[in-house]
C-alpha cells in the first residue's frame, strides 16, 4: 500500500510540472514580440559573453612572409573631419508685454560656447504700441526708439556670453503723465547660426605586435584632402601625444617623424583634430622600421586564476590558424620561446597548447618556411 502511494504522489507531481511547463509556454507565446525575444534571447546572450570570456587572442595576421620584417606597415582607413554650420532658435517667446515705466520684461538665455555662436539676431512682430521701446542686451541698450512696423528687421545681438539677459523696457511717457506707454510682442526669437564640431575630431587605432623597443625609425603618412583658403591648423597625436600641429597642405602627402618611444605593444590611438573647415584624410600609414628583422608576435594573457584551471586540467587553452588557398603550410609556432612545427595542406591547424603557457603575459610567433596566408589566428580557454 505504501509503495502504491508513493507511485501516485509521483505521477501527481510530474503532472503538476508539466502544467506549469505547459503554462511557462504558453505565456511565452502570448507576450509582445520584443518582449517574447528578450526573454529567448538571453540564454544565447550568455553563450556570447561566455564565449568572449575564452577567447585569449584573435588576430587576422594576413600574408606572412619567409623573410623576417624589418618594417611593419599600418595601414588606416580614411577619416572625415567637418564642422556643420545649423541656423537655431535659441530662445522663444510666444508673447511678451511691458507696460509703464516701472515694469520690463527679462529673458535669460544661456549659451554653452560662445565663439561659435554667429549672426545672433533678435526677431519679432509688434501687435499693439505706445511710446519708444528699449532693449538692452547684458545691461548695454542695443536699441532704443519707437516701432512702427509690425515685422521690423531683426535686431544684431554682438558680444554674446556664456549666461545673457535680453531685457524689454517701454520709454517715459514725460509730461503726459496720463498716459501709460506699453509694447505688446509676439513670436519673440533670439535666432543664431552655431557651428556643430562634434565631428571636427575622430580617432581610430592600429596594433603593434613587434617590441617598439627595437624600432629604429617611425613614421605617420597621410594625404589631406581639403580646400586650402578654408583649412586650420591639423593636430595629430598618436596615444595623446601630439605628433603634428600645423595648416596642412591639401593634396600634399605629409610625412611625420614619430618618436618610437610613442607606440606601446598592442593597440595604439591614432587621433586627428581640424580647428576649422572640412578634411577627408586618405592614405593613412603608420611605418616602423626596427632594428633586428622580426617576425610578428601577438600577445595573450592568461590570469592567474585561469592558469591555475589549466595547471589542474580543468581547462585546455587551444591554438588554432586558419589558411587561405590550397597550397601546403609550413612553418614553426613559437609560443614563449618553446617550438611547434606544421606541414600540412589542411586550411584549418588546430593545437592544445595548455602545456606551453604561463601566468600572465604570453606570445605567439609564427615563422612560414613559405608564404602563408593566414586569414584568422586564435587562443580560447575551452
Partial sequence: MLFRKGQG???????????????????????PPAERAKILDNESDAAALEENKSLL????????????????????NSINLFTVEEDQIIKRRDSIAVEGQQSSFRI???????????????????????????????????????????????????????DNILEFRVSSQGWQFWKVNSYELKD??????????????????????????????????????????????????????????????????????????LLIK?????????????????????????????????YFELNATDFRRVEQNQKNVRFTMTFAGDEDKIGTININNRKLSFNQNSKTYSKDISQYVIEDNNFVQIIPEKTLEVQRLTVRLE
Fill in 188 to 261: 519673440v526669437r533670439i535666432i543664431a547660426t552655431i557651428k556643430n564640431l562634434n565631428n571636427r575630431e575622430a580617432s581610430t587605432q592600429f596594433s603593434v605586435t613587434y617590441n617598439p623597443e627595437n624600432v629604429e625609425k617611425s613614421q605617420l603618412r597621410f594625404v589631406p584632402d581639403c580646400s586650402q583658403a578654408q583649412v586650420g591648423v591639423l593636430t595629430a597625436t598618436i596615444n595623446d601625444r601630439v605628433v603634428l600641429s600645423k595648416v596642412p597642405e591639401c593634396e600634399s602627402a605629409e610625412i611625420v617623424d614619430v618618436d618610437p618611444k
Fill in 108 to 162: 535669460p538665455f544661456h549659451l554653452d560656447d560662445p565663439e561659435n555662436v554667429q549672426n545672433a539676431k533678435l526677431a519679432f512682430t509688434v501687435e499693439s504700441h505706445t511710446g519708444s521701446l528699449q532693449i538692452v542686451l547684458n545691461d548695454d541698450i542695443i536699441f532704443s526708439g519707437e516701432i512702427k512696423e509690425v515685422a521690423p528687421s531683426p535686431i544684431t545681438l554682438d558680444n554674446l556670453e556664456e
Fill in 266 to 298: 598592442g593597440t595604439n590611438i591614432l587621433s586627428f583634430k581640424s580647428e576649422t573647415g572640412a578634411m577627408i584624410i586618405n592614405n593613412i600609414r603608420v611605418t616602423s622600421k626596427v632594428e633586428q628583422p622580426t617576425y610578428p608576435i601577438y
Fill in 57 to 76: 587572442l584573435d588576430e587576422s595576421p594576413k600574408t606572412l612572409f619567409v623573410e623576417k620584417q624589418s618594417e611593419f606597415n599600418h595601414n588606416i
Fill in 9 to 31: 504522489g509521483g505521477a501527481s507531481t510530474a503532472a503538476f510540472v508539466a502544467l506549469i511547463t505547459l503554462f511557462i509556454i504558453i505565456w511565452i507565446l502570448f507576450l
